[in-house]
């Protein structure tokens, strides 16, 4: 949720009884949660609509290398859980599959940073300024570069 926050995330959706497990350890230390809808399905693929690129991020043969993927305007990104796999069904209904290309694999919390992170950085609207660290940085930070 963290992740999602930053990167201003429409939606999060999620399976399974990880996140209703987790959630009683209030990792949530921003409230994103309270800002952006956190939905459980059963059904990725009816939950996303129609006009929306399903892209998965995924270890999988043949996949795209991040760095050489063009992020669709409108997309619903899927990653794969950290101890198993998306299915077959998933990848084949994708728009877009694609990987970081790391040695070993990440964590979920990783890799969802790094293709968001990505996602901004090859995007036209970056906001880059000292009035956007302020709002974003932890309070007790007040480090500046002095001239």
């Known amino acids: 949720m963290r992740a999602a926050g930053c990167y201003q995330a429409n939606k999060v959706l999620y399976t399974g009884q990880r996140y209703a497990n987790a ?45 050489q993927f063009t992020h669709p305007d409108n997309a619903c990104y899927i990653f794969g859980p950290e101890d198993g796999t998306l299915s077959q069904e998933l990848i084949d209904d994708a728009h877009h599959v694609v990987y970081v290309p790391t040695i ?18 090859k995007s036209a609207g970056v906001i ?20």
């Open 104 to 121: 070993g694999c990440m964590n979920l919390a990783a890799s969802v940073n790094v293709l968001l992170y990505d996602r901004l950085a």
């Open 23 to 67: 959630a009683k350890f209030a990792t949530d230390t921003k409230n994103i949660s309270a800002k952006i809808p956190l939905v459980a399905t059963d059904d990725f693929l009816a939950s996303v609509p129609e006009n929306m690129s399903i892209v998965c991020v995924e270890l999988v043969e043949g996949a795209t290398p991040l760095p």
């Open 128 to 147: 880059a300024s000292d009035e956007l660290i302020r709002q974003s940085r932890d309070t007790n930070n007040k480090v500046k570069i002095s001239q």
